[in-house]
């Protein structure tokens, strides 16, 4: 999580401002509470997938200016609805050669499996979990 709150740092607070798209507003509420401070991108906004795989590719390109690594972050949640919708926007993702970071994703399927299923649910974890990410944090919290 550390790296990702890194690169999703705004360029001017000396990360690389690589957004991270989540399902809603609760998850985008929850990130911020773990001091997630660049941009956060929902696909829930009562877009098609299609309008907003364009936005994102238009947006934000095929890698990320800065550190030339994956242009975004997807992160949705890791339950079915989320799985499916991580394969969908990914796959077409992909189809417009856009590199994309499944990592943090990954990472949380593992850690987070008997506390939740949900990003919206890091939220309630806020206070322990910074804790940790701040330490593997290369340049601490903004806080």
């Given at each position: 999580m550390a790296q990702a709150r890194y690169r999703n740092r705004p360029t001017s607070n000396g990360g690389c401002g690589c957004p991270i798209i989540v399902e809603g507003r609760k998850d985008r509420i929850a990130?911020?509470?773990l001091s997630f401070?660049?941009?956060i991108e929902q696909?829930?906004?009562g877009w098609d997938q299609s309008k907003f795989v364009t936005y994102i590719y238009e947006k934000y390109g095929l890698i990320n200016k800065v550190d030339q690594?994956?242009?975004v972050i997807l992160l949705m949640d890791w339950d079915r609805t989320g799985g499916r919708l991580q394969r969908t926007l990914g796959d077409?993702?992909?189809?417009?050669?856009m590199r994309i970071d499944e990592q943090i994703r990954m990472e949380l399927i593992r850690a987070m499996k008997p506390e939740g299923k949900t990003v919206e649910s890091l939220g309630a974890h806020s206070d322990?979990?910074?804790v940790y990410v701040d330490e593997f944090d290369p340049n601490g919290s903004e806080d």
């Open positions: 990130l911020h509470s401070t660049g941009p696909v829930n906004r690594g994956p242009s077409r993702m992909k189809s417009f050669g322990k979990l910074t």
